[in-house]
Protein backbone atom coordinates (compact mmCIF):
# COMPACT_ATOMS: atom_id res chain seq x y z
CA UNK A 1 0.00 0.00 0.00
CA UNK A 2 1.33 3.36 -1.25
CA UNK A 3 1.20 6.86 1.10
CA UNK A 4 -1.39 7.68 -1.34
CA UNK A 5 -3.63 4.84 -0.56
CA UNK A 6 -3.40 5.24 3.11
CA UNK A 7 -4.80 8.90 2.42
CA UNK A 8 -7.20 7.41 0.15
CA UNK A 9 -8.43 5.32 2.86
CA UNK A 10 -8.67 8.39 5.25
CA UNK A 11 -10.74 10.81 2.84
CA UNK A 12 -13.22 7.44 2.80
CA UNK A 13 -13.47 7.21 6.52
CA UNK A 14 -14.05 10.70 7.18
CA UNK A 15 -16.77 10.98 3.96
CA UNK A 16 -18.25 8.02 5.89
CA UNK A 17 -17.83 9.13 9.49
CA UNK A 18 -21.64 9.21 10.10
CA UNK A 19 -22.07 5.12 8.57
CA UNK A 20 -21.83 1.99 9.90
CA UNK A 21 -18.37 1.17 8.74
CA UNK A 22 -15.14 -0.27 9.93
CA UNK A 23 -12.03 -0.97 8.33
CA UNK A 24 -13.09 -3.99 6.59
CA UNK A 25 -15.36 -1.55 4.30
CA UNK A 26 -12.33 0.57 4.43
CA UNK A 27 -10.11 -2.02 3.13
CA UNK A 28 -12.88 -2.94 0.16
CA UNK A 29 -12.59 1.16 -0.59
CA UNK A 30 -9.42 0.77 -1.85
CA UNK A 31 -9.39 -3.38 -3.09
CA UNK A 32 -7.06 -4.17 -0.58
CA UNK A 33 -7.64 -7.46 1.80
CA UNK A 34 -8.96 -6.85 5.33
CA UNK A 35 -5.47 -8.15 6.93
CA UNK A 36 -2.76 -6.38 4.40
CA UNK A 37 -4.82 -3.20 4.81
CA UNK A 38 -5.22 -3.44 8.99
CA UNK A 39 -1.59 -4.04 9.03
CA UNK A 40 -0.42 -1.57 6.48
CA UNK A 41 -2.87 1.41 7.87
CA UNK A 42 -1.65 0.65 12.12
CA UNK A 43 2.04 0.67 11.00
CA UNK A 44 2.16 3.74 9.17
CA UNK A 45 -0.40 5.86 11.24
CA UNK A 46 0.37 4.45 14.85
CA UNK A 47 -3.55 3.08 15.27
CA UNK A 48 -5.61 1.21 13.87
CA UNK A 49 -8.55 2.37 11.19
CA UNK A 50 -11.20 1.26 14.03
CA UNK A 51 -9.29 3.15 16.56
CA UNK A 52 -9.27 6.38 14.11
CA UNK A 53 -12.78 6.24 13.32
CA UNK A 54 -13.89 5.77 16.63
CA UNK A 55 -11.55 8.82 17.65
CA UNK A 56 -13.20 11.56 15.44
CA UNK A 57 -16.30 10.19 16.32
CA UNK A 58 -16.16 10.64 19.73
CA UNK A 59 -14.44 14.19 18.91
CA UNK A 60 -17.55 15.61 16.80
CA UNK A 61 -19.53 14.16 19.38
CA UNK A 62 -18.56 16.45 21.67
CA UNK A 63 -18.03 19.39 19.70
CA UNK A 64 -21.70 18.71 18.63
CA UNK A 65 -22.86 18.57 22.41
CA UNK A 66 -20.83 21.83 23.04
CA UNK A 67 -21.84 23.84 20.01
CA UNK A 68 -25.68 22.49 20.01
CA UNK A 69 -28.80 21.58 22.12
CA UNK A 70 -28.76 17.83 21.15
CA UNK A 71 -29.70 15.46 23.74
CA UNK A 72 -27.35 13.06 24.90
CA UNK A 73 -29.44 10.10 23.81
CA UNK A 74 -29.62 11.85 20.49
CA UNK A 75 -25.73 12.17 20.07
CA UNK A 76 -25.25 8.30 20.93
CA UNK A 77 -27.06 6.75 18.56
CA UNK A 78 -25.86 9.26 15.78
CA UNK A 79 -22.43 8.45 16.49
CA UNK A 80 -22.98 4.88 16.00
CA UNK A 81 -23.35 3.52 20.15
CA UNK A 82 -26.15 1.11 20.87
CA UNK A 83 -27.38 3.21 23.95
CA UNK A 84 -26.48 6.06 25.88
CA UNK A 85 -24.77 4.13 28.55
CA UNK A 86 -22.24 2.80 26.22
CA UNK A 87 -22.04 6.36 24.61
CA UNK A 88 -21.26 7.46 27.61
CA UNK A 89 -18.28 4.89 28.92
CA UNK A 90 -16.47 5.46 25.51
CA UNK A 91 -16.84 9.57 26.21
CA UNK A 92 -15.39 9.43 29.42
CA UNK A 93 -12.46 6.97 28.70
CA UNK A 94 -11.54 9.51 25.42
CA UNK A 95 -12.01 12.87 26.86
CA UNK A 96 -11.96 12.29 30.76
CA UNK A 97 -15.68 14.20 31.41
CA UNK A 98 -19.40 12.65 30.96
CA UNK A 99 -21.10 13.71 27.94
CA UNK A 100 -23.45 15.51 30.08
CA UNK A 101 -20.39 17.41 31.70
CA UNK A 102 -19.07 18.36 28.50
CA UNK A 103 -22.45 20.29 27.69
CA UNK A 104 -21.38 22.60 30.31
CA UNK A 105 -19.74 26.19 28.92
CA UNK A 106 -16.11 25.35 29.91
CA UNK A 107 -15.79 21.87 29.63
CA UNK A 108 -12.53 20.51 28.52
CA UNK A 109 -12.73 17.87 25.63
CA UNK A 110 -10.01 15.79 23.43
CA UNK A 111 -9.40 16.94 19.77
CA UNK A 112 -8.46 14.31 17.80
CA UNK A 113 -8.22 16.29 13.77
CA UNK A 114 -8.34 14.39 10.24
CA UNK A 115 -5.17 13.29 9.27
CA UNK A 116 -3.25 14.27 6.86
CA UNK A 117 -0.18 12.19 5.37
CA UNK A 118 2.53 13.53 4.53
CA UNK A 119 5.84 12.61 3.47
CA UNK A 120 9.00 13.56 5.47
CA UNK A 121 12.30 12.83 4.66
CA UNK A 122 14.06 10.81 7.54
CA UNK A 123 18.04 9.76 7.35
CA UNK A 124 20.61 8.14 7.64
CA UNK A 125 19.53 4.67 8.32
CA UNK A 126 20.20 1.84 6.19
CA UNK A 127 17.49 -0.52 5.77
CA UNK A 128 19.68 -3.96 3.63
CA UNK A 129 17.82 -6.64 1.99
CA UNK A 130 17.97 -8.68 -1.20
CA UNK A 131 15.02 -9.14 -3.89
CA UNK A 132 14.48 -13.01 -4.67
CA UNK A 133 12.33 -15.18 -6.83
CA UNK A 134 10.27 -18.08 -5.64
CA UNK A 135 8.23 -20.64 -7.80
CA UNK A 136 5.36 -22.71 -6.11
CA UNK A 137 6.41 -23.77 -2.50
CA UNK A 138 4.49 -26.22 -0.15
CA UNK A 139 5.10 -26.63 3.47
CA UNK A 140 3.84 -28.90 6.23
CA UNK A 141 2.37 -26.98 8.77
CA UNK A 142 0.71 -26.42 12.03
CA UNK A 143 -2.11 -24.21 11.03
CA UNK A 144 -4.60 -21.65 13.44
CA UNK A 145 -6.85 -19.13 12.46
CA UNK A 146 -6.23 -15.65 14.32
CA UNK A 147 -8.16 -12.56 13.86
CA UNK A 148 -7.05 -9.36 12.01
CA UNK A 149 -7.31 -7.46 15.01
CA UNK A 150 -4.44 -8.65 16.47
CA UNK A 151 -1.81 -7.47 14.08
CA UNK A 152 0.55 -4.99 15.54
CA UNK A 153 -1.17 -5.11 18.85
CA UNK A 154 1.81 -5.16 21.06
CA UNK A 155 -0.64 -6.15 24.13
CA UNK A 156 -1.32 -9.73 22.31
CA UNK A 157 0.56 -12.06 22.01
CA UNK A 158 -1.37 -15.12 20.55
CA UNK A 159 1.53 -16.18 18.02
CA UNK A 160 4.24 -16.36 20.02
CA UNK A 161 1.69 -18.73 22.94
CA UNK A 162 1.21 -20.62 19.78
CA UNK A 163 4.52 -21.69 19.10
CA UNK A 164 5.14 -22.22 22.80
CA UNK A 165 2.20 -24.62 22.75
CA UNK A 166 3.28 -26.55 19.49
CA UNK A 167 6.94 -26.65 21.20
CA UNK A 168 5.50 -27.93 24.81
CA UNK A 169 2.81 -30.72 23.27
CA UNK A 170 6.36 -31.81 21.01
CA UNK A 171 4.37 -30.68 17.90
CA UNK A 172 7.63 -29.07 15.96
CA UNK A 173 9.88 -31.83 16.25
CA UNK A 174 8.14 -34.27 14.42
CA UNK A 175 7.88 -31.76 10.94
CA UNK A 176 11.82 -30.59 11.67
CA UNK A 177 12.55 -35.02 11.67
CA UNK A 178 10.88 -34.93 7.83
CA UNK A 179 14.07 -32.49 7.13
CA UNK A 180 17.83 -33.75 7.07
CA UNK A 181 19.73 -32.76 9.73
CA UNK A 182 22.03 -29.05 8.50
CA UNK A 183 18.03 -28.03 6.56
CA UNK A 184 15.85 -28.27 9.15
CA UNK A 185 14.91 -24.62 9.01
CA UNK A 186 10.97 -23.50 10.57
CA UNK A 187 8.74 -21.31 8.86
CA UNK A 188 6.50 -19.28 10.43
CA UNK A 189 3.92 -18.57 7.57
CA UNK A 190 1.27 -15.79 7.16
CA UNK A 191 -2.19 -16.91 5.27
CA UNK A 192 -2.47 -14.47 1.63
CA UNK A 193 -6.54 -13.30 2.37
CA UNK A 194 -9.71 -12.13 0.78
CA UNK A 195 -11.40 -9.15 1.14
CA UNK A 196 -13.94 -10.44 2.99
CA UNK A 197 -11.95 -12.54 6.28
CA UNK A 198 -11.98 -11.17 9.43
CA UNK A 199 -9.30 -13.93 10.17
CA UNK A 200 -5.85 -14.90 8.64
CA UNK A 201 -3.84 -18.22 8.97
CA UNK A 202 -0.42 -18.62 10.68
CA UNK A 203 1.22 -21.41 10.28
CA UNK A 204 4.36 -23.38 12.02
CA UNK A 205 6.15 -25.45 9.27
CA UNK A 206 8.91 -26.88 7.25
CA UNK A 207 9.03 -26.74 3.36
CA UNK A 208 8.26 -29.79 1.34
CA UNK A 209 11.10 -30.41 -1.50
CA UNK A 210 12.95 -33.30 -3.03
CA UNK A 211 14.81 -33.86 0.54
CA UNK A 212 11.42 -33.86 2.47
CA UNK A 213 11.00 -37.27 3.55
CA UNK A 214 7.22 -37.82 2.41
CA UNK A 215 7.36 -41.32 4.12
CA UNK A 216 6.07 -39.64 6.97
CA UNK A 217 4.28 -37.41 5.74
CA UNK A 218 0.86 -39.20 5.36
CA UNK A 219 0.64 -40.04 9.11
CA UNK A 220 1.33 -36.21 9.89
CA UNK A 221 -1.48 -35.19 7.73
CA UNK A 222 -3.78 -37.68 9.58
CA UNK A 223 -2.93 -35.86 13.10
CA UNK A 224 -4.18 -32.78 12.11
CA UNK A 225 -0.88 -30.92 10.11
CA UNK A 226 -2.27 -29.49 6.90
CA UNK A 227 0.04 -28.74 3.78
CA UNK A 228 0.37 -25.29 2.44
CA UNK A 229 0.99 -24.02 -0.72
CA UNK A 230 2.22 -20.67 -1.78
CA UNK A 231 1.92 -19.00 -5.23
CA UNK A 232 4.99 -17.97 -7.10
CA UNK A 233 5.70 -14.95 -6.07
CA UNK A 234 9.37 -12.09 -6.06
CA UNK A 235 10.04 -11.36 -2.58
CA UNK A 236 11.68 -8.72 -0.71
CA UNK A 237 14.05 -10.12 2.29
CA UNK A 238 15.36 -8.90 5.36
CA UNK A 239 17.06 -10.03 8.56
CA UNK A 240 15.36 -9.28 11.79
CA UNK A 241 18.38 -8.55 13.72
CA UNK A 242 17.62 -8.84 17.16
CA UNK A 243 16.89 -11.95 20.14
CA UNK A 244 13.43 -12.05 20.61
CA UNK A 245 10.03 -11.25 18.41
CA UNK A 246 9.87 -7.67 18.52
CA UNK A 247 12.55 -7.22 15.51
CA UNK A 248 9.94 -8.98 13.49
CA UNK A 249 7.90 -6.09 14.37
CA UNK A 250 10.47 -3.51 14.04
CA UNK A 251 11.40 -4.77 10.79
CA UNK A 252 7.84 -4.98 9.55
CA UNK A 253 7.30 -1.01 10.55
CA UNK A 254 10.59 0.10 8.93
CA UNK A 255 9.09 -2.07 5.75
CA UNK A 256 5.74 -0.06 5.85
CA UNK A 257 7.70 3.25 6.28
CA UNK A 258 10.85 3.13 4.74
CA UNK A 259 11.11 0.53 2.15
CA UNK A 260 8.12 0.91 0.49
CA UNK A 261 7.83 4.68 0.07
CA UNK A 262 11.58 4.42 -1.26
CA UNK A 263 11.24 1.72 -4.15
CA UNK A 264 7.93 2.08 -5.01
CA UNK A 265 7.32 -1.61 -4.29
CA UNK A 266 3.92 -2.63 -2.44
CA UNK A 267 2.98 -6.07 -0.62
CA UNK A 268 0.85 -8.18 -2.47
CA UNK A 269 -1.68 -10.86 -1.06
CA UNK A 270 0.57 -13.89 -1.28
CA UNK A 271 2.19 -15.94 1.64
CA UNK A 272 4.36 -13.76 3.88
CA UNK A 273 6.94 -15.95 5.99
CA UNK A 274 9.55 -16.04 9.13
CA UNK A 275 12.44 -18.29 8.04
CA UNK A 276 14.15 -19.42 11.67
CA UNK A 277 17.08 -21.39 10.27
CA UNK A 278 18.33 -24.29 11.92
CA UNK A 279 22.73 -22.93 11.31
CA UNK A 280 21.52 -18.80 11.28
CA UNK A 281 24.22 -16.30 11.27
CA UNK A 282 25.06 -15.14 14.68
CA UNK A 283 22.70 -12.26 15.86
CA UNK A 284 19.72 -12.70 12.84
CA UNK A 285 16.64 -13.47 14.60
CA UNK A 286 15.03 -14.92 11.26
CA UNK A 287 14.55 -13.70 7.85
CA UNK A 288 11.41 -11.91 6.49
CA UNK A 289 10.29 -12.49 3.19
CA UNK A 290 7.43 -10.48 2.17
CA UNK A 291 6.04 -10.76 -1.18
CA UNK A 292 6.28 -7.59 -3.05
CA UNK A 293 5.50 -6.07 -7.06
CA UNK A 294 5.77 -2.12 -8.47
CA UNK A 295 2.90 0.19 -7.47
Request: net charge negative; aromatic share 14%.
Amino acid sequence: MSIQFIQQAICYMEEHIYEEINYTDVAKSINMSNYNFHRTFSFIVGMTANEYIRNRRLTLAALELQQTDVSVIDAAYKYGYESPESFSKAFSRFHGSTPKQAKKKGAKIHLFNPLVIKITLEGGSIMDYRMEHRGKQKFIALVRPFPNEISNDDNDHSIPDFWAECYEKGLVEPMKLLRPQGRRDLYGLCSPTKESETHFDYGIGVIMDEDTDTEKLEELLGKGYSVWEAEPADYAVFQCIGSDGECISETWSKFFKEFVPQTGYMQTDDTDYEIYFENGESGVFCELWVPVKKC
